[in-house]
């Protein structure tokens, strides 16, 4: 089967052309090319069916929903807030997360450093599950971006010198070790040795369940601050590789955004972003989400797409991103999982067509990305169970971490 037949869940448009290519300037540069795509980018970016209870994460994020609903029409750094309340009144106000600085260290009432990053998330530009391991894994090959769809966090070192503190005001994310930034916490401390504990303030906006990697990107964030409040007593690299012991997409934020991730997505290449930063997106999701093993566990890896993962790159880099190339082999388990997401899909391709949009789900879902374009079809926008958000590719300096982009 040849990697055009294997196309079946992307619906290519017949006759279309690439919907999202990178500009002229950028398809003249590369890594091979000089770095021209990457400067170039830069300066644009700155249970509900109680049938599906065991695979699918029922949502409780209506008020997300809203929140998401508003952000269509407002510039992504706007719909932040002080995420001081609750914070045992100790946290100063958070400062405004803007494009011009990764990080705001300034001082808590407590005399202790803090410190506010913006947690971005991720998308798949294109994802190929390469085999299934014996420990239960599986080798993918797939091309990560991290956007700019972002919870806010705050750190600062605490004096207790037996408990890390999360607070966060969304009721659905457990505050315990089974929370990503907990155990983050905990391998910050085994690797180095180094006997602190940390306050935590986490502002949720990423939806779970969402094929975003939103609790991974929080675990990266936290690794980041301990390691920035700790005085920078790991490289990065180091923190990239301790990543892989938590999770496997965690890895990824690690990189300066754009990356050719194998194995179980841990082993983490740099690449030159391969779209400009300034490519419009958006994102829908039902309100139901998927769990990732459910979605690998439904993976007949038979009806893999046969198309080869370096090629996909090669294809990503010379004619941007089409339905040839942006391809998901979770798909098919999740929309067999997910009938709806299926639809919604289809839906959202028929609807796009004209925006010259590339509709494809992001890692084993339920977020359906439109690349290309930045208006959401209007049955999408009526609908209040749909999460939508604007979203932009980011990247970020090494030395520095991930910050929204001015859109
Ligand atoms: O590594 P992480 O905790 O994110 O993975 C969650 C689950 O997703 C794993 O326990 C596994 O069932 C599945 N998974 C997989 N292959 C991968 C990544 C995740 O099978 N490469």
Redesign the pocket.
């Known amino acids: 089967m040849s990697s055009r037949s294997s196309l079946a869940f992307a619906t290519p448009t017949p006759g279309a052309t690439p919907a999202v290519k990178r500009s002229l300037s950028s398809s003249a540069s590369s890594s091979r090319r000089g770095g021209a795509v990457g400067a170039g980018a830069r300066r644009g970016g700155g249970g509900k069916n109680a049938a599906f209870s065991s695979v699918l994460f029922s949502s409780s994020h209506s008020h997300r929903h809203r929140q998401h609903q508003h952000r269509m029409g407002r510039r992504g750094g706007e719909n932040r807030g002080s995420i001081g309340r609750g914070f045992r009144g100790k946290m100063t106000t958070m400062a405004s997360l803007s494009s011009s600085s990764s990080s705001t260290m300034q001082q808590n009432p407590d005399g202790f450093a803090q410190i506010d990053l913006f947690s971005p998330s991720k998308i798949n530009l294109f994802l190929r599950i390469v085999r299934r391991r014996e420990d239960?894994?599986?080798?993918?090959a797939s091309l990560f971006h991290v956007i700019d769809l972002g919870d806010e966090m705050s750190f600062a070192k605490s004096s207790s010198e037996t408990k890390d503190t999360l607070v966060c005001e969304d009721a659905s994310i457990p505050l315990d070790e089974s929370n990503l930034v907990i155990k983050a916490l905990n391998l910050f401390r085994a690797k180095t040795g180094i006997k602190q504990y940390f306050w935590v303030e986490l502002k949720k906006t990423v939806p779970s369940g969402a094929g975003l990697g939103g609790g991974?990107g929080n675990a990266a964030t936290a690794l980041y601050a301990a390691n920035k409040l700790c005085g920078d007593v790991a490289t990065e690299e180091e923190l990239l590789e301790w990543s892989g012991d938590i999770?496997?997409?965690i890895s990824v934020f690690f990189s300066t955004g754009a990356a050719y991730c194998t194995g179980?997505?841990e082993i983490v290449e740099d690449v030159e972003p391969p779209l400009p930063l300034t490519t419009k997106m958006c994102l829908v999701k039902p309100s139901i989400g998927l769990s990732?093993?459910t979605i690998?566990?439904a993976l007949d890896l038979d009806k893999r797409s046969k198309a080869e993962p370096l090629d996909l790159l090669k294809s990503l880099n010379a004619d941007g991103c089409t339905y040839e190339n942006a391809i998901n082999d979770l798909e098919r388990p999740a929309f067999s999982k997910l009938p709806e997401l299926g639809e919604l899909k289809d839906k959202l391709i028929d609807a796009t067509k004209e925006d010259g949009a590339v509709v494809f789900m992001s890692g084993s879902g339920s977020t359906i990305v439109l690349l290309g374009t930045d208006t959401v079809p209007k049955f999408a926008m009526e609908d209040d169970d749909l999460f939508k958000s604007k979203a932009r590719l980011i990247s970020r300096k090494k030395g520095e971490w991930f910050v929204p982009s001015n859109v």
């Open positions: 239960g894994y599986h080798d993918l991974s999770g496997s997409d179980r997505g990732t093993p690998f566990k």
